[in-house]
């Protein structure tokens, strides 16, 4: 989904295209539902059990877990039935000594922290989460054909025809359906995803000291508003040293600070190489294993700069920026979620925390609560367009003669994706794509400063050498 997006976005940006307003406004659905779906999905499924202990949790009294549940929150699947069905479940996993999808966890290490009652009520709200995410899946699968790997994209707006009346068609009635799967979004993370967070993040307080790692921030404005993606529902921008006041904004799709910015080194990558770090448009993807080597070549992964220095990207990048520039809703969940992690740690937790390994996470529920009210929010301008008698979705492309170049940029779930094309004569002559990950796990670049990944992970307390868990937890956020 994530590059079908960016490499439509490349193109366009290419041919220097203007793409209908309903087609912004189902791709902005798409990737939003998309995002929604990744952040729960990467908290609960794909990491959360680095700080929740599962064995635990059959330690814990499920009343007590519907009271403690109850003082946070108003879910309806927060209560005492609910929590002593799982921990029945549980106790017939571990009984049969095979944990399932609970094997090979740490369980009983030392760094775990969390009570049984509140183990409980994450393990709870692990199983719900496997249902939630699919309402996600659902509305990626209307609007993209299929989920994933979405099949409606196309260079200058989407293939998704619009009727009121039609089956074969988008229609009215599938629209309010989708309506339906957004508010039980909202609903879920609003009143389960943002105060888990908020009370793991309370009981590790202590990791909001480790993990910063990179403290330059960069991401990108996304979700369009205009046909020439000159206005955007979030925005985006660069910040050196986490310095919330000197925000360099990114504006637009044709915005020269940030194509101008980014270019790739394979010093210690897998690559051929030797011609210093490259821009994108001259990139080069050509293998070239050495084996590891301390002080050589290390990693698969190439390591990107923007104006020469690493910078971290994800949903703290993505938080910070918007809150840089005052972006209201931002500001909102990320005080809630600070606050109220303080009154239950019994603290004041600032806003300097957020540069953690914690703090992330605390990003990620923010960023994705964001999202939910932005997907109702583009949901009604689609309507609304609709409701206007717009009802265009499509403009074709011309591909002119000679050489043109273009970059298209997406603020996926995990961080800023760019895609960057060179076509001569409508043909692709060169393709590179710089992505979250490579950002993230970059190597050491061209003058041997470590990638994000690597910076966060130095000084990191590990109490089992053995079982690395601190590790994990770094690095999977």
Known sequence: TVHAIT???????????????????????IITAHAIHDHIVHFYHLSALDWVDVVSALKADPAKTAALAGSLSS??????????????????????GQ?????????GHPAMKLSPEVNLLAVTHYLQALEIQRYASK??????????????????GVSNPIAT???????????????????????????????????????????THIGAGVMDYLSV????????????????????????AGIKPIKSFNDAYFRDGVHESVKHSWYKGGKGALHPCKGETEPNYTDFQDDGKYSWVKSPTFYGSPAQVGPLSRVLAMAAQNHAPTLKYLTGVLDTAGALAKTKIPLAAVHSTIGRHAARAVSCAVQVDELANQWNLLVDNIGKGDTATFNKPVFPKGVVSG???????????????????????????????????????????????????????????????????????
Not at 8 to 17: C, F, I, K
Not at 419 to 443: F, M, R, S
């Open 139 to 156: 509305i990626v699968s209307i609007l993209g054909s299929k989920s994933p790997h979405i099949q409606n994209m196309a260079v200058g």
């Open 407 to 477: 970059v298209g940029f997406h603020e996926a779930p995990r961080g800023v994706l760019s895609h960057w094309v060179v076509l001569e004569d409508g043909k692709i002559t060169n393709y590179q794509c710089v992505v979250p990950t490579t950002w993230n796990a970059a190597p050491r670049n061209e003058g041997d400063v470590p990638g994000p990944y690597e910076a966060s992970l130095l000084n990191t307390p590990v109490a089992d050498a053995e079982r690395p868990l601190e590790v994990l937890r770094t690095v999977h956020p």
């Open 221 to 244: 404005p996304d979700l369009p508003l205009d046909t020439k993606g000159t206005k955007f529902a979030l925005p985006g921008g660069y910040l050196k040293g986490g310095d919330l």
């Open 165 to 207: 009346d039609s089956q074969s068609v988008l229609t009215i009635e599938r629209l309010l359906a989708v309506k339906e799967w957004i508010n039980k979004l909202g609903d879920f993370v609003k009143n389960v995803y943002l105060v888990d967070v908020a009370a793991i993040g309370a009981f590790y307080a202590d990791w």
């Open 75 to 96: 879910w309806d699947g927060n209560s005492r039935q609910e929590f002593t069905k799982v921990k029945e479940r549980l106790s017939g996993f571990v009984g049969t």
């Open 7 to 29: 490499s439509v976005r490349a193109v366009e940006n290419a041919l220097q295209m203007e793409v209908p307003l309903n087609a912004q406004y189902i791709r902005n659905m």
């Open 99 to 107: 944990l399932g999808i609970f094997t090979n966890g740490y369980w």
